[in-house]
Every structure is written in structure tokens, then in C-alpha cells.
């Protein structure tokens, strides 16, 4: 079993940043590849960003490549992967969700994941 709590998001204006943090539990975390996923009500919900257990991460696009950066934090005890977004459009605004998978064939496909957060909220204003 896998717990996932994401944290920092917020209301920015156009071209701010934010750092977004999923605090994992669970016995075998360190197996599971974390990948960052966005919902806005009107569209199907989306790949951010992902980063298997060796840190190698990927991204949805190279849009988001260049403004974003997925990261894990596995020391001292410290389970964490952020999504630091840098540059923000209004387009990014969405609900952001974190989830573990870890058997993951199709790595931005929701339904590969197994456990999910519950989801921080990220306003971006023009």
C-alpha cells in the first residue's frame, strides 16, 4: 500500500512559480514510479511529469520540459517528489494529482496507477 499527499499549490500570476510536493508512505515506495498528472474540469485529465526509482525523469511534452522539473528526495527519511513549475501560463491552471504505479506500461496513462492523492489545487491568473 502507498499513500500520497501533494502540498504547495496555490494562485500565481502568469510567469510565477510554484513548487509542488507529493509526500509518499508505504513499504515499497522506492519500487514505484511516481508521475505527476493535471485535471481541469473541462478536459480529461493530462501528464505533468514522471520519475522512476532510479530519478530518471520524463515529461508530457517538451512545453513542459522547459518550464517544469520533477525531482525525488530519498534521504533522511524523506520520501518526497517535487514538481517545481516555473514560468506559469494560465493554461497550467488544474487540479495536480501525484501517483504511484508499479507495474507502469504506458508511463502518462492514469489508469496504469494504483494509488493516487488527493490533489492540490493550482490557480494562475493573467
Known amino acids: 500500500q502507498v499513500h500520497l499527499v501533494e502540498s504547495g499549490g496555490g494562485s500565481v500570476q502568469a510567469g510565477g512559480s510554484l513548487r509542488l510536493s507529493c509526500a509518499v508512505s508505504?513499504?515499497?515506495?522506492?519500487?514505484?514510479?511516481i508521475t505527476w498528472f493535471r485535471q481541469d474540469p473541462a478536459k480529461e485529465r493530462e501528464g505533468v511529469a514522471s520519475i522512476n526509482r532510479y530519478g530518471i525523469p520524463q515529461y508530457y511534452t517538451d512545453s513542459l520540459k522547459g518550464r517544469f522539473s520533477i525531482s525525488r528526495d530519498n534521504t533522511n527519511g524523506k520520501n518526497t517528489v517535487y514538481l517545481q513549475m516555473n514560468s506559469l501560463k494560465p493554461e497550467d491552471a488544474a487540479l495536480y494529482y501525484c501517483?504511484?504505479?508499479?507495474?507502469?506500461?504506458?508511463?502518462?496513462?492514469?489508469?496504469?496507477?494504483?494509488?493516487w492523492g488527493q490533489g492540490t489545487q493550482v490557480t494562475v491568473s493573467s
Open positions: 508505504g513499504d515499497t515506495y522506492n519500487s514505484h514510479r
Open positions: 501517483a504511484a504505479g508499479e507495474s507502469v506500461v504506458y508511463i502518462f496513462r492514469p489508469n496504469d496507477y494504483q494509488y
